[in-house]
Nanobody, 128 residues
């Protein structure tokens, strides 16, 4: 059993910044591949950023490149998403996700089906 809890969302003006956190608890003897997704009202859930177990590899959706940074602190069992230069289009519920299955080969995970644990989400609203 793995639990993910997001925090750090809120209301911010366009051009501003927010830092989201995802706390991982439960079966946490090993780290997991982690990702951030968002879902705007009436839209499908979309990949935003992903990070390897060690944090050595990161990757981003085109819309996030150059503006968002995913990172992790495994000693604190926490994954972060630093969001800068926020746009109205970033308004969405942001979800943290984990792939709890160990896989011997590294590959990028940018689809919902590649993750088996999800947080409850945290709302990010960007105003102009």
């Amino acid at each position: 059993q793995v639990q993910l809890v997001e925090s750090g969302g809120g209301l911010v003006q366009a051009g501003g910044s927010l830092r989201l956190s995802c706390a991982v608890s439960g079966r946490t003897s090993s780290s997991y591949v982690m990702g951030w997704f968002h879902q705007a009202l009436g839209k499908e859930r979309e990949f935003v950023a992903g990070i390897s177990r060690s944090g050595g590899s990161t990757y981003y959706a085109d819309s996030a490149k150059g503006r968002f940074t995913i990172s992790r602190d495994n000693a604190k069992n926490t994954v972060y998403l630093q969001m800068n230069s926020l746009k109205f289009e970033d308004t969405a519920v942001y979800y943290c996700a984990a792939d709890s299955t160990y896989r011997s080969s590294w590959y990028r995970r940018s689809q919902e089906y590649e993750y088996d644990y999800w947080g409850q989400g945290t709302q990010v609203t960007v105003s102009s």
